[in-house]
C-alpha cells in the first residue's frame, strides 16, 4: 500500500465529516462508518512512518554532532602536530607558537560553527514535525469528538 501522508488522510476524513448529510432538526450528521474507520486505520498505519521519520532526524542530528566533534579534534591534533613539527629554533617557536594558536582558535571556531549549524537544524527540523503532528493530533481528536458526540 503505498503511504499517504498523514496530513491528506486527516484532510480527507475531515472532508467526510464535513459532506456528511444533516440529520433534519437534530443538529446530527449521517456519516459512512465504514469509511471513516476505514481512514482512521490508515492514519495509525501512517503513524510509525511520521514516527520513524522523527527518530530518524534526531539520530541524524546526533550524526552531524558527533561529526563535527570528530572534525573539530582531527583538526586541533593537525593543529598541534603542525605546530610541534615547527618547534626546531627559538625563532621557529615564537613563530610556530603563533600559528598554532591561530590554528587552534580557528578549529575551535570551525568546530563551534559546525556544532552550531547541526543543532539549528535539527532544532528547526524537529520544531518543525512536532508542529505538524500536534496538528495532526488536534485535527484526530477533533475528528473522534465529532463521530463521538454524533
Known amino acids: 500500500m503505498n503511504q499517504m501522508s ?22 446530527r450528521g449521517l456519516i459512512d462508518v465504514d469509511a471513516a474507520l ?17 527518530e530518524h532526524v534526531a ?12 572534525r573539530a579534534e582531527r583538526i586541533v591534533t593537525a593543529a598541534e602536530e603542525h605546530a610541534a613539527a615547527l618547534v626546531n629554533e627559538s625563532e621557529i617557536i615564537k613563530t610556530a607558537k603563533a600559528q598554532a594558536q591561530q590554528l587552534v582558535d580557528q578549529a575551535r571556531d570551525n568546530a563551534q560553527e559546525l556544532e552550531s549549524g547541526a543543532q539549528a537544524y535539527a532544532e528547526e527540523t524537529l520544531a518543525q514535525l512536532e508542529s505538524i503532528l500536534k496538528k495532526a493530533l488536534v485535527t484526530i481528536q477533533n475528528g473522534r469528538s465529532e463521530l463521538t458526540n454524533r
Do not use: C, N, Y
Open 59 to 70: 539520530s541524524e542530528q546526533g550524526k552531524m554532532l558527533d561529526e563535527s566533534r570528530k
Open 38 to 54: 476505514a481512514t482512521l486505520e490508515r492514519i495509525r498505519a501512517t503513524f510509525p512512518v511520521q514516527i520513524r521519520q522523527a
Open 6 to 27: 498523514l496530513i491528506v488522510l486527516l484532510d480527507q476524513l475531515e472532508t467526510m465529516l464535513k459532506a456528511a448529510p444533516q440529520v433534519p432538526l437534530s443538529g
